[in-house]
């Protein structure tokens, strides 16, 4: 008997679509399934700090001079900063076009509980970056001060004796070909882990039908945006700039998309990124494994992009007019949040106190958006994670690297 098998994707997918279908007919059965989310989220945040330490550090001592070093971390970093203003940029015309929070219902409010504010200025961030304490960052999961630690460990395992050199590289090397292959045996639970978390999302979600009326406009708002940004803006790039073909690039990077999607968490989603991104795309070891991590720290356009739309949406819904200075500090600081938000569901809706203040809008006003934040949190975290991907083979077609895409 011929066996059928379905590419992985695919599964995905059809568990996602049962998930969702499990969510609605049987929310009470939901408990069953649910732990299958749980241990597969579990699984995969037991292998980031590794997986981020080993690949830069072994990213790191591949690239090998302080010259090089420079020029791709200058590169990628402009690059990223470069999409992420991009997408900001879209939000804005459309938020500005579409005005959804002209006559928005403003007793459609939900009580904010203790709320993160961001305080630190801009400066002390930057300080920050630097751990006082390696162990407390890794155990914290501070992903900024990590790839710092790991940048400058690497960097220096180069500057080191041969006899040290070597060792530390093929010890770093290893860890990182462990950590991939432990990657690769969680992927294949993925369609599980997928099917448990959508059930679970799905019955806790209120109703959606009275968000979708409330809230439609904002929501359109946000979803246009996000999709001129993944379908036009990026392929654009990765086309002209970095000389692929964008839809096959897609194909190879649909396993990590729909894990972000149903995951929101980009951290959670990078090893399967650096998987696809590797084995698929074709994209060295060197390159994948420094702008990646990097990526999915900094490099969030979908969290940028609601940044700016859902702070102008607020105002708009206050009545508030902000004028052009106004708006260019809305812009400038949705760039900064996204850069400051971490890579796990709901991070932006934390971070979007960064963009009011700066402003001047009241912070009740993230109530108003706080139902709906879940959903388009799905699609800002896979246009993150499609931003990172395109920005891999866009910096290793640059560096002049023969790719599969
Ligand atoms: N969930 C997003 C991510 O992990 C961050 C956000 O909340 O915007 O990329």
Redesign the pocket.
């Known amino acids: 008997m011929r066996k059928i098998r379905f590419a992985l994707h695919w599964q995905i997918l059809i568990a996602l679509v049962m998930g969702v279908l499990y969510g609605v007919f049987f929310r009470d059965y939901v408990p069953y399934i649910s732990w299958m989310g749980d241990v597969f989220i579990r699984a995969l945040k037991m292998i980031i700090i590794p997986l981020i330490l080993s690949s830069i550090i072994s990213g790191v001592t591949n690239i090998g001079s302080a010259e090089n070093l420079g020029r791709l971390g200058l590169k990628t970093i402009l690059y990223y900063v470069m999409t992420s203003t991009l997408a900001i940029l879209v939000g804005l015309a459309l938020v500005n076009i579409i005005q959804p929070g002209v006559g928005a219902d403003l007793g459609f409010h939900k009580e904010v509980g203790a709320l993160d504010v961001i305080e630190d200025s801009f400066g002390q961030t930057l300080i920050k970056i630097i751990p006082v304490n390696i162990f407390e960052a890794l155990s914290s999961a501070r992903m900024l001060s990590v790839i710092f630690f790991a940048i400058v460990f690497g960097f220096f395992i180069t500057r080191s004796g041969r006899k040290t050199r070597h060792f530390l590289t093929d010890f770093f090397n290893s860890v990182f070909e462990v950590m991939m292959k432990i990657t690769m045996f969680i992927i294949r639970f993925a369609p599980f882990g997928v099917f448990g978390i959508v059930a679970y999302q799905i019955s806790e979600s209120e109703d959606l039908s009275v968000l979708a009326q409330t809230m439609g406009v904002y929501m359109i708002t946000v979803f246009a945006g996000l999709a001129f940004h993944a379908l036009i803006t990026l392929p654009l790039i990765a086309k002209f700039i970095g000389k692929v073909n964008p839809l096959k690039h897609f194909r190879a990077v649909t396993t990590p998309l729909l894990t972000a999607f149903s995951t929101?968490?980009?951290?959670a989603t990078l090893p399967l990124t650096m998987q696809a991104v590797g084995n698929k795309a074709g994209v060295s070891n060197k390159i994948s494994s420094f702008t990646l991590p990097l990526g999915a720290t900094i490099n969030?356009d979908?969290?940028a992009l609601?940044e700016c739309v859902a702070a102008i949406f607020i105002a708009q819904a206050y009545g508030v007019d902000l004028g052009f200075g106004e708006q260019v500090i809305v812009v400038f600081t949705a760039l900064l949040a996204s850069i400051g938000?971490?890579?796990?569901?709901?991070?932006?809706?934390v971070m979007i106190t960064v963009v009011l203040s700066a402003v001047g809008l009241p912070l009740e006003g993230v109530g108003l958006i706080l139902a709906v934040d879940r959903i388009l949190?799905m699609f800002?975290?896979a246009t993150?994670v499609w931003s990172d991907s395109c920005g891999a083979v866009v910096i290793a077609k640059s560096e002049g690297e023969a790719l599969n895409v």
């Open positions: 929101s968490s980009s951290s969030m979908g969290t609601y938000a971490a890579g796990i569901p709901m991070a932006g809706l949190d800002r975290t993150n």
